[in-house]
């Protein structure tokens, strides 16, 4: 069974502050994408990472892929109130892609 | 911007009958794609549809359901018989590729809630 785990699964900060989020897996995809659900919304794509090492940036996210692509991480700077929500990493695997359980993340002003 | 679009945006049944949940893909799109999600739980992938044929399935996708494309826009996930487990919210998603990026785009979904 092909498993991605996110961690941590909650996390509450201050306004401002920095974070990181994680996504591992034991398994290779050919690519791993990091979606942004909203409650009894469809996940929203934010960004896709293909190569080993990969790093890419949007606006003050930065996502990048491990140089083995079993892993990835997301890290916010100075986050904001509006960056509150459920981060999904997914990893591409032929047609299918498998799904995080998710980093349910609150920014508090 | 294109989007994925899904009708109902909320489907009530009865146990044991039939409910056909509706897509319409980006239209430049050739992959399709049904995923679920029960309340509280990670997305879980169903069915993969390629030139009229399913390409890859889980588990998950046994005898009781079924995917169509009836025409040139819609993509059809019906589910025969429903029991009480089927409630869910039900994604369809389009992709223009499945090497390289992959990049699957997500409609808003349908909530199936199953009496």
């Known amino acids: 069974t092909q498993l991605l785990e996110q961690s941590p699964q909650f996390l509450s900060i201050q306004e401002g502050e920095n974070l990181t989020v994680y996504c591992n897996s034991s398994s290779v995809f050919s690519s791993l994408q990091w979606y942004r659900q909203e409650p009894g919304e469809g996940p929203v794509l934010l960004v896709t990472?293909?190569?080993?090492?990969e790093v890419k940036k949007l606006k003050r996210l930065t996502f990048q892929f491990g140089d083995a692509r079993k892993d990835s991480s997301l890290h916010i700077t100075a986050a904001q109130p509006g960056d509150t929500g459920l981060y999904l990493c997914?990893?591409?695997?032929?047609?299918?892609?498998?799904f995080g359980k998710g980093t349910r993340l609150h920014i508090l002003p | 911007e294109p989007e994925v679009t899904q009708t109902p945006s909320h489907q009530v049944t009865q146990m044991g009958q039939e409910v056909i949940l509706r897509c319409v893909p980006i239209?430049?799109?050739?992959?399709f794609y049904w995923y679920r999600q029960i309340l509280g739980q990670k997305v879980e992938f169903l069915v993969s549809f390629y030139n009229n044929e399913i390409s890859e399935k889980s588990e998950i996708f046994d005898d009781q359901f079924s995917v169509e494309r009836p025409d040139g826009s819609n993509f059809t996930l019906k589910i025969r018989s429903t029991k009480l487990e089927d409630s869910a919210m039900y994604f369809c998603?389009?992709?223009?590729?499945?090497?390289?990026?992959?990049?699957?785009?997500f409609g808003p979904g349908t909530r199936l809630t199953v009496l």
């Open positions: 239209s430049n799109h050739l992959y």
């Open positions: 990472v293909v190569t080993g090492g």
């Open positions: 997914a990893g591409a695997k032929n047609d299918k892609i498998i």
């Open positions: 998603a389009s992709s223009v590729e499945t090497s390289g990026y992959n990049e699957q785009f």
